[in-house]
């Protein structure tokens, strides 16, 4: 396919990108599906967890830094860092929660990895809430 070079500004040697994603939502039996409030807080969560301070632009200190805890060794010491990352980054940035619980085990089999559980209840209904995962720390 040519490109019209009166509407496209890119040089005609160049090829022309694909976008493979959805830029728009779509509808699903009419409605646009939007996720309820656990799974609305659990996504925040992991969002919050997975985010290097420094990477969003205008919220450069949003975020755990748990990558800071990569190549660590699976210590008592280290289990009380990746603890203490957790509660202050989840406290700061998810306020629909009250956190009432974290705690960072060994998994058994596995010394290069952590087992983190967060413990929380809904603000606004009081339901109480998990939400557990591995950090691999890979010594």
Request: proline letters at 9%; zero cysteines.
């Amino acid at each position: 396919m040519a490109s019209n070079p009166l509407t496209d500004p890119r040089p005609s040697h160049l090829p022309r990108l694909q976008l493979g994603w959805p830029l728009a939502p779509v509808p699903v039996a009419g409605a646009l599906p939007y996720p309820d409030l656990d799974r609305s807080i659990r996504d925040q969560i992991k969002v919050i967890l997975l985010t290097h301070p420094g990477e969003m632009l205008l919220h450069p200190s949003f975020g755990a830094g748990l990558q800071a805890m990569l190549h660590e060794p699976n210590t008592l010491g280290t289990r009380r860092r990746i603890r203490d990352l957790v509660q202050k980054a989840v406290a700061r940035w998810e306020r629909r929660i009250m956190l009432d619980a974290v705690d960072v085990w060994e998994v058994e089999g596995r010394p290069d990895a952590v087992r983190v559980e967060l413990a929380y209840r809904i603000r606004r209904t009081g339901t109480a809430a998990q939400f557990n995962f591995d950090l691999v720390l890979g010594s």
